[in-house]
């Protein structure tokens, strides 16, 4: 009954700036964390960033630290991911993830799950 669908992917060339969005329909999670992961082909979906419902909260891999921003519109039940200065490093497609349990880092630890959204960055 919960959908989460990913939106805003591309084709960009190295430094530019993308911003992905993610709708959450029926319920919201305010209690718990919701999730950004990429997974590029033949590596393992890796953490990206994560934030609470509420936005009190937020957490990012080191990879993106300083040039990706999670945010989120309650009234919209949106999150977004603020993509600046991106790499070629940054392609992937790039997923989100609903109502963890436990860790923000595992994609294990998170209930629901979006269809993914491509994004390739050109040198």
């Known amino acids: 009954q919960i959908q989460l669908i990913e939106s805003g992917g591309g084709l960009v060339q190295a430094g530019d700036s993308l911003r992905l969005s993610c709708a959450a329909s029926?319920?919201?999670?305010?209690?718990?964390?919701m999730g950004w992961f990429r997974q590029a082909p033949g590596k393992e979906r890796e953490f990206v960033a994560a934030?609470?419902?509420?936005?009190?909260?937020?957490h990012y891999a080191d990879s993106v630290k300083g040039r990706f921003t999670v945010s989120r519109d309650n009234a919209k039940n949106t999150v977004y991911l603020q993509m600046n200065t991106l790499k070629p490093e940054d392609t992937a497609t790039y997923y989100c993830?609903?109502?963890?349990?436990?860790?923000?880092?595992?994609?294990?630890?998170?209930?629901?799950w979006g269809q993914g959204t491509q994004v390739t960055v050109s040198s």
């Open positions: 934030i609470t419902w509420s936005g009190s909260s937020s």
């Open positions: 993830a609903g109502d963890a349990r436990g860790s923000v880092y595992y994609p294990g630890s998170y209930n629901y």
């Open positions: 029926g319920r919201t999670f305010s209690n718990f964390f």
